[in-house]
């Protein structure tokens, strides 16, 4: 099975983020779920975590694991 990797490019004001909100390892989650689901997911994610304030500028799902390009 294929490691796949969702990620979610947030920002607040002139900052962009990219964090991954789950990986198939942690949620099980196939390429083709993340392609269909990934907007409800990291909607959830969103509203319980640290990132509340933030907008939501795209979002990605990766074969493989990812490392986001700016950590906060």
């Known amino acids: 099975m ?3 990797t969702l ?9 962009c983020i990219e964090k991954v909100v789950t990986t198939s390892d ?5 390429m083709t779920a993340c392609q269909v689901n990934a907007q ?7 509203t319980t975590g640290p990132y ?4 939501l500028q ?4 990766v074969a493989g ?4 390009k700016r950590e906060a």
């Open 2 to 4: 294929m490691l796949v």
């Open 7 to 15: 990620v979610a490019v947030l920002c607040s004001s002139q900052l």
């Open 26 to 30: 942690q949620s099980g989650i196939t």
């Open 40 to 46: 409800i997911g990291i909607a959830q994610w969103m």
């Open 52 to 55: 509340r304030e933030w907008r």
């Open 58 to 61: 795209g979002y990605k799902c």
């Open 65 to 68: 694991t990812y490392t986001p």
